[in-house]
């Protein structure tokens, strides 16, 4: 399919079942609402220890109906994949099992990036500067207190505080970079768990990879990107107008059904 076709498909797709809409937004709700009582709830249990068991449990009921709905939008991808015209059902068990996979795939592209930026901040002396900043300032403010001297930095900490610029500079940059390149290498993960159903493939990184290059690379950019363009102007309009902010209760999901089938049907052309 070409872009204009996947994403004039993907948008009309999800008010194909309104029900199964309704009934995700209904479950959202629920989910949040446990996570706002658990938040509440625990807070209390400064006062109340109980209610520090009472809020743990809310927020794991919370987590769960999250990796239902979370395997549920995996199956909108299938569906996608599949050219499947037909909205899918919830399958309750099978949604929980694959929105846990889902959580265990955006973890894994979540550390990998995370991890290379540490390094980077450690090969780039982040912590070593900010440390001789850090202990300049304490001893700097010590003297002023104790009316020794007014506040001067040395030329050493002028010099850590030079280089600590360069050094998150280059680290913003690289962090950039890398959390939009596994972003879509995360993309590619979940049309390969919908695909296949395998944990094993949504974790293999180099294939990921190579699916961007089997579709096109710039097929990819270009659809995710119309994707992302769509929503955010259409949440801005959503929350310029006052009155019409209530309406992102459903129309958020709606948003998030179109995204998730747009990449499905970006999948298809390889599957």
């Known amino acids: 399919m070409d872009v204009i076709e996947i994403i004039k498909d993907a ?26 009582i658990g938040t509440f709830v625990y807070i209390l249990g400064f006062i109340t220890p109980e209610c520090f068991m009472w809020g743990g449990i809310a927020f794991i009921v919370s987590m769960l109906i999250g990796w239902v709905l979370a395997g549920y939008l995996i199956s909108i991808i299938k569906s996608g994949i599949e050219l499947d015209d037909e909205v899918p059902g919830f399958e309750w068990w099978e949604n929980f099992i694959t929105g846990f996979n889902n959580f265990i795939v955006t973890i894994v592209y979540f550390i990998i990036p995370a991890f290379i930026v540490v390094v980077v901040g450690y090969l780039t002396n982040i912590y070593g500067n900010f440390m001789i900043i850090a202990n300049e300032v304490m001893s700097q403010a010590q003297n002023v207190y104790m009316g020794n001297s007014t506040f001067i930095l040395s030329e050493a900490a002028s010099q850590a505080i030079a280089n600590l610029m360069i050094s998150l500079s280059i680290t913003i940059m690289v962090a950039l970079v890398l959390f939009v390149i596994f972003s879509f290498l995360q ?55 006052p009155f019409l902010a209530i309406l992102s209760i459903i129309i958020s999901p709606y948003l998030l059904f179109f995204a998730q089938r747009a990449v499905g049907l970006l999948y298809s052309d390889i599957a």
């Open 11 to 36: 948008f009309v797709f999800p008010s194909k079942d309104i029900k199964v809409l309704v009934i995700y937004v209904l479950l959202s709700i629920l989910a949040g609402a446990f996570s706002f």
């Open 187 to 241: 993309t590619m993960a979940q049309a390969r768990l919908a695909n296949t159903g395998s944990l094993g493939e949504a974790l293999n990184v180099v294939e990921a990879a190579k699916d961007i290059r089997r579709i096109g690379v710039g097929k990819v950019i270009v659809v995710i990107l119309l994707i992302i363009i769509i929503i955010a102007v259409i949440e801005m309009i959503l929350s310029s107008v």
